[in-house]
């Protein structure tokens, strides 16, 4: 069993800076990944930004590359998300995740394993 909490969330102005901490607890699995994704009022959840445990590789959705940036510390099991430049629109609950497996079909959340509680980031413009 995993657990995973989410730290780092708040309100901040458009242009604004955050940065998001999720602690895994329990099980590590070599070849999976740590990601995050948000969901917004009235809105399916979606990929943010993942990044593997193996090789470190990161993946970011375009509406967040070049302003996300994911890191991770194995040695502690944590992973980073630090957010630059926000927009109104990333308003949103998000989420960290973990997936036992990796491939290509990251995106899917279904296909992530486990879940943290949410934190909730808003951008106010």
């Known amino acids: 069993q995993v657990q995973l909490v989410e730290s780092g969330g708040g309100l901040v102005q458009a242009g604004g800076s955050l940065r998001l901490s999720c602690a895994a607890s329990?099980?590590?699995?070599?070849?999976?990944?740590m990601g995050w994704f948000r969901q917004a009022p009235g809105k399916e959840r979606e990929f943010v930004a993942a990044i593997t445990r193996a090789g470190g590789s990161t993946h970011y959705a375009d509406s967040v590359k070049g302003r996300f940036t994911i890191s991770r510390d194995n040695a502690r099991n944590t992973v980073l998300l630090q957010m630059d430049s926000l927009k109104p629109e990333d308003t949103a609950v998000y989420y960290c995740?973990?997936?036992?497996?990796?491939?290509?079909?990251?995106?899917?959340?279904?296909?992530?394993?486990?879940w943290g509680q949410g934190t909730q980031v808003t951008v106010s413009s």
């Open positions: 995740a973990v997936r036992k497996w990796w491939d290509s079909a990251y995106v899917l959340s279904r296909l992530w394993n486990y």
């Open positions: 329990g099980r590590t699995f070599s070849s999976g990944g």
